[in-house]
């Protein structure tokens, strides 16, 4: 048998693994690749193998880095399963079908861009109705539940700690009387994170395919990060400011919901008024409550509770346009928690426009800023930002609090590999060639590991 990397090779987006074997297709993810424009362009490639030739597809979690090709596949024909966790269908619902409204409107202004120019018109990569039509071919599975997904191959999701529903893939696969084991460990997360499980430790594989995000990193802990958001709101009441959070719609955002109940008291929230001002947000938070099942032992202690994790007195939850710019109005006293996370678009850059020219207010940048945003502008200390063609004076105080992540450090990903009993050979996926490079030299030299970095379209045979 063997596996082929057809993306996520050498950057962190456009997850897509192929397995053969028993003259069988098996795709591992089948995700968007992310970040610049001329990147995203990849997008529209054909794919590097025969769609018509899968049987089945699994995917390790809803992010779109992991899955925002899937209607693409439905698109080109392919009408097997895709095997997933329960929570991931859910997520899938909101995010592949948000996905296709945006590849629409993004088609629609350039079209109207190429109708002025006498240009050929261009179709969206697919649409609202073919991420819908995707949805049906979905089936959830809960973890540690073993099912054959084609002729000699069973499948496990194990919990991956990372986001909900997300899973890392364990597969039993038999050719020719002989059994191997391939575990993939889709995204994994960091170790205490709120909410979820630590990510789950297999014990044998005979190939193991691993992320590498922060391969060359470790995180702040947990305590330092708690700590710090603390001070931070103590210092904003004492000036009297608002605010503002950007944060991820799914994961970010739950944590610090589920945070603030956690130190109502500590951090004096009761003074507050905090607002969820995000209708991909909301519906997350839904898919994140109906879950509970894989919260880890302390979130299920105070779902134990009559209130959800989620639930704070001084929550509003923000669903139409008009009640967000009723928030704009609000000068002082306010937590405002919006998308996008790294500033780029979304509900967020209103309330910059009416609050980031403010002294007393405070930008909390909890997520990753990838270069080029609006976001990592802030970090790296913008005097300025343009909203809409209008200059506006950076006034607001801009903290950043580095321990928030939803993937393992490191140590995490270095732990998690010594923890297989008998060191299979790995592939690096999902990783920028420096934090790959770094991760690898580690695993070999100080672990003695066999180590493979894979690259677009490499073929590895077990
Ligand atoms: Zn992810
Ligand atoms: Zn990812």
């Not at 945006?102 to 179709?123: D, M, P, Q, S, T």
């Not at 006034?395 to 992540?405: C, E, L």
Request: charged share 20%; hydrophobic share 35%; proline share 2%.
């Amino acid at each position: 048998m063997n596996i082929k990397f057809f993306g996520a090779t050498k950057e962190v987006t456009g997850s897509c693994h192929l397995i053969q074997v028993n003259n069988k297709n098996i795709l591992l993810d089948c995700g968007m690749f992310q970040g610049s424009h001329e990147h995203e362009k990849h997008n529209h490639d054909p794919f590097p193998f025969d769609v018509s030739e899968l049987d089945a597809v699994i995917v390790s979690h809803a992010h779109l880095d992991h899955t925002g090709r899937l209607p693409m596949l439905i698109k080109e024909g392919f009408h097997g399963s895709i095997y997933t966790h329960n929570a991931t269908v859910d997520l899938c619902e909101i995010m592949l079908v948000d996905s296709g409204y945006i590849h629409e409107k993004e088609a629609f202004w350039e079209n109207k861009k190429r109708e002025r120019k006498g240009l050929e018109l261009v179709e969206p990569l697919y649409t609202t109705d073919d991420a819908k039509i995707t949805l049906q071919y979905f089936k959830g599975l809960n973890y540690n539940e073993e099912l054959a997904v084609c002729e000699g191959v069973k499948l496990t999701l194990r919990d991956a700690g990372h986001i909900i529903g997300s899973a890392i893939v364990e597969l039993k696969i038999t050719e020719n009387n002989v059994s191997k084991t391939v575990v993939f460990s889709g995204d994994l997360g960091h170790k205490n994170a709120p909410i979820l499980r630590d990510p789950y430790q297999v014990k044998h594989a005979d190939l193991v395919v691993m992320e590498s995000t922060y391969g060359d990193r470790l995180h702040r802990s947990w305590q330092d990060t708690w700590q710090e958001m603390g001070e931070i709101i103590a210092h904003a009441k004492s000036n009297k400011g608002n605010i503002l959070i950007p944060a991820f719609t799914v994961g970010r955002t739950q944590e610090i919901l589920y945070e603030f109940g956690q130190h109502f008291q500590e951090w004096q929230l009761k003074d507050w008024q905090i607002f969820l001002d995000s209708p991909m947000g909301i519906k997350a938070t839904k898919v994140y409550a109906k879950h509970s099942d894989v919260y880890d032992k302390s979130a299920s202690e105070v779902q134990g509770n009559e209130q959800g994790i989620f639930e704070l007195p001084n929550l509003h939850m923000s669903e139409s346009t008009e009640y967000s710019m009723k928030i704009n109005q609000i000068n002082s006293g306010a937590i405002i928690i919006a998308g996008s996370g790294m500033c780029t678009g979304g509900r967020i850059k209103h309330h910059f426009k009416h609050n980031i020219w403010r002294k007393n207010a405070h930008i909390l940048i909890v997520g990753f800023q990838a270069k080029g945003t609006l976001g990592r502008a802030l970090v790296d200390g913008a005097k300025t930002i343009k909203l809409w063609g209008e200059t506006v004076q950076v006034n607001a105080k801009i903290h950043t609090v580095g321990g928030f992540s939803a993937h393992a450090d490191q140590q995490g990903l270095i732990d998690w590999y010594n923890g297989f009993d008998n060191k299979p050979p790995i592939v690096l996926v999902h990783g920028e060639e420096e934090a790959m490079e770094i991760l690898a030299q580690k695993l070999k030299h100080q672990h003695q590991a066999n180590v493979i970095q894979a690259s677009f379209k490499q073929s590895v045979t077990i």
